[in-house]
């Protein structure tokens, strides 16, 4: 093999575009081979250093790499525990559960259960709705537009976004989708608090209506902040309405944390915000200190699964519990997540700057350091609530141009329009400055370049 060549990009790029499936996503838009991380840091193969403000998607709420947590695993390595333990009980998993369960709002914090799934949100996803499913008797699910649980059959059935949906045949069956408080592009035309009231007010008639046409459902599932459908934080009113009105009538809630939750929104879980309680939380992502973990906590109320009802192989990733608990005990500090909002604060009021300046920057919307910029068309016709069609390309054009400036960021919303932040919680100051110069810079060239 050549030396040479083999310490390029376009090397293992090659190689992976001709083994890997044509499912591969981030290397089309990020078209590198990474060789050492460390905090909100890459570097390729070539030397090249990147600032990462994807990181894993959330995952690595303290970056790459972080010392204390590889700490942690090199210490549990050393010490000849086992590392893999099915579901048996180990006094790592102990701390673990202990530790995670002890941040839980009181009133279940006193009654939960939790349970560990096969490594990934959709298998999280996958084992509420059969908890909620098994508890309840009943069939229907209650999701909402724009909502992202993953991409197994059944986390795929709860999923907004068609693209993916559209090629698979017979999914889920009774899945049925509401709205979902989006002010700047209000499924009620109606935007801000009206946009929220009206969808309080059809979810709560939708559920009480005897000729609505749903059953009673066993779950209705949210994300408290929706991530990948274009960060759009739910409004506490409508959290608050949909958690009343489910207890009213007995239905459990499912609150789907896995991007939004571990310190993401400035609070542990981001429903916090909204001070209710949940009857089952989905957690994964960074919950494992930057390793595969997934697990579902819910109100021991629902547990009537039999012996063996929601199994899996890779449910006793010990390296994973140790970082996650290691992380977890960091980013649930009080002074750290009021570091997160801070950060978030700061961010989001340098581009509302940069938005007046522009046309292509149609709604900016954050909670702690999860962001969303959703570009639009500016030679559009806007709608009646005077926002611009999303557009997809301009944002893809700033996408590419970030990463040829060496600005790691990802996409969501619809039609892709929305820029997303995903950084590192534990970012400096001096890195959402270069962060910022960076994304300045390349909207204010597309900026001029787009306006006809
Ligand atoms: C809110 C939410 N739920 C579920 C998932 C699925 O998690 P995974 O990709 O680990 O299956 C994701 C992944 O992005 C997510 O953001």
Redo the contacts with the bound molecule.
Sequence with gaps: MNQKENCTNQYYIARQNSTESNARSYPRKFPFAISKAKGSWVEDVEGNKYLDFLCG?GTLALGHNDPEVNQAMIDLLASDAPLHTLDLTTPVKDEFVHTLLGLLPKELQDNAKIQFCSP????A?DAAIKLCKTATGRSSVIAFHGA????GQG?LSLTGNLNAKSKVQSLVPDVHFMPYPYSYRCPFGLGGDAGTDAACEYFERMLKDPESGITKPAAVIL?PIQ??GGVIPAPVKFLQTIRRVTKELGIPMIV?E???GIGRSGKFFAFEYADIVPDVI?A??AIGGSQPL?VVIYNKELDKWNPGAHAGTFRGNQLAMRAGTTLIKRVSQPEFLNEVVEKGTYMRDRLLELKKKVSIIGDIREKGLMMGIEFVDPNATPDKLGALPGSGEIAADIQHRCFEKHLIMERGGRNGAVMRCLCALNVTRDEINKMLEIFESVVMEVDAGAKK
């Design positions: 998607a990934s949100g959709t298998d996803t992202y649980h993953g991409m986390a994300e991530g990948e789907d896995i991007q939004c989905l994964s992502k997934a």
